[in-house]
């Protein structure tokens, strides 16, 4: 079977990081290539198989992009694939343009629940596609709500290779080299540093926290628009620390040297960086939103907060600071959840599956 896939390439977070690695898994069996619009940033960083073609298509605004858009379609549709997946609002909207006036089948993986820019044509555009592929419960519902087909849509919850995540340094060596204390607890977060993913409030609770526990470091690992929001909500608070973004071997070094892991988003699609603390045994607080709750079962395998509390939030991570036998239970019971229900392999061949019946 012929795929093609389409997304924008620009930037590499875990949704293009996921696309990528359905590519990879796709192409053990058919022949797949990646269409990238926007830029090259994700197929350069995304670890992809020689078995993918990608065909990078890099512009900026205005009418340079129309025309490199306009190639885009061109070169997919000479590519005569059988199907098309498509994410994000301009993969989806490109896939639908390559399949116009055919019988091509189409798929679109729906990562994330909050509407896109352009909501009444992503609407319409989805109309047309064969199947949704809905992240998480919370991703379904938001589809159904905007008039899609539930026939045509299935929930294949977000996953992670977990085959990839490997120690390479030592606890101490990881801790030295991001400025934390080898012999306290740390709290650790990583997000990019924006409106969904709350980080103000982590900081508002950890200000609560370390006036009782003077041993407790946080940890913020990512960067964004609200950097600089973050960075003044810190104040010079000696024991929160910003490393930036860190990817690859020392993205899982510093996740296992995390003690605690907080997830204190406003809302969610279903976060692989939750599924990595879940797997590498971690206790969590997580916010009871959306995609969080497709993981999180309170007091099961991690605790769930109301969103945007920071007195909720501090009295949840004191618990878990307070009581050594409550994480062992929880963080046990999500590594055993994470590799049963999050394995990039289970949910990569659900959506084979998927691709095949069409």
């Known amino acids: 079977m012929k795929i093609l896939m389409v997304f924008d390439g620009n930037g590499i977070g875990g949704a293009e990081l996921q696309f990528m690695e359905l590519a990879n898994k796709l192409a053990k069996l058919h022949r797949v290539t990646l269409v990238s619009l926007h830029g090259d940033k994700a197929p ?117 290779d977990f085959s990839a995540r490997k120690i390479t340094e030592g606890r101490s060596e990881t801790r030295q080299r991001y400025g934390l204390p080898e012999d306290k607890t740390v709290i650790g977060c990583i997000g990019r540093m924006h409106h969904q993913k709350g980080q103000e409030y982590l900081i508002r609770a950890f200000r609560q926290i370390s006036d009782t526990h003077s041993d ?7 960067d964004g628009p609200k950097m600089d929001e973050m960075r003044v909500e810190a104040g010079d608070h000696p024991r929160i620390v910003f490393t930036g973004t860190i990817t690859g071997e020392s993205y899982t070094n510093l996740l296992a040297a995390f003690d605690l892991y907080a997830q204190p988003s406003r809302f969610e699609g279903l976060p692989r960086t939750l599924l990595d603390a879940m797997y590498m045994q971690l206790p969590i607080v997580a916010t009871a939103v959306n995609g969080n709750l497709d993981a999180m079962r309170d007091g099961n395998n991690g605790l769930t907060v109301p969103p945007e509390d920071p007195e909720r939030l501090a009295a949840a991570l004191t618990r878990l600071l307070e009581d050594p036998a409550l994480c062992k239970t929880l963080s046990e019971q999500a590594a055993r959840d994470a590799l049963n229900h999050f394995s990039m392999e289970i949910q990569t061949s659900r959506i084979e599956e998927i691709i095949r019946t069409l």
């Open 216 to 222: 407790v470091h946080l940890a913020l690992v990512g």
């Open 44 to 160: 350069a960083g995304g670890r992809l198989s020689g078995e993918v073609k990608v065909l990078s298509y890099t512009y900026a605004s205005g009418k340079r992009a129309l025309f490199k858009v306009l190639s885009a379609i061109g070169v997919g549709r000479a590519q005569r694939p059988d199907v098309i997946v498509g994410t994000s609002f301009i993969g989806n909207a490109v896939a639908r343009a390559i399949q116009f006036g055919t019988a091509r089948k189409l798929v679109s993986l729906q990562t994330v629940s909050a509407a896109p820019k352009y909501k009444a044509a992503d609407r319409r555009i989805l109309k047309s596609y064969d199947a949704l592929v809905a992240g998480c419960t919370d991703i379904k519902d938001y589809l159904l709500e905007h008039d899609q087909d539930p026939g045509r849509i299935c929930i294949v919850n977000n996953w992670v």
